[in-house]
């Protein structure tokens, strides 16, 4: 059984900076992309940021030049560390990942992380 475990969120002023991680465990033959997604109340679920297995990385156009996505291998872990915070970044974040186990492969989810961006 494939699990992946988010951490990281909380409240933080308008400007601050947060670091999420998730990190995947069970068994595992190889993760190929991963991804962040949010969702705030009232609104769809949407992609935040992605990352290949050899470490290309796209970005949703409102994150750019803020947010950084990575990725340790060794760990099956991804990151996503969101500078510079505003109020609209308020979300529930997920970490999403595609991944194979000797049984198969498919998109896993993480249970969310709450972040919140107040004065």
């Known amino acids: 059984q494939v699990q992946l475990v988010e951490s990281g969120g909380g409240l933080v002023q308008p400007g601050g900076s947060l670091r999420l991680s998730c990190a995947a465990s069970?068994?595992?033959?190889?993760?190929?992309?991963m991804g962040w997604y949010r969702q705030a109340p009232g609104k769809q679920r949407e992609l935040v940021a992605a990352?290949?297995?050899?470490?290309?990385?796209n970005y949703e156009d409102s994150v750019k030049g803020r947010f950084t996505i990575s990725r340790d291998n060794a760990a099956n872990t991804v990151y996503l560390q969101m500078n510079t915070l505003k109020p609209e970044d308020t979300a529930v974040y997920y970490c999403?990942?595609?991944?194979?186990?000797?049984w198969g492969g498919g998109a896993y989810w993480g249970q969310g992380t709450q972040v919140t961006v107040s004065s």
């Open positions: 999403n990942a595609d991944i194979m186990t000797p």
């Open positions: 069970g068994t595992i033959r190889r993760i190929n992309a």
């Open positions: 990352i290949t297995s050899g470490g290309a990385t």
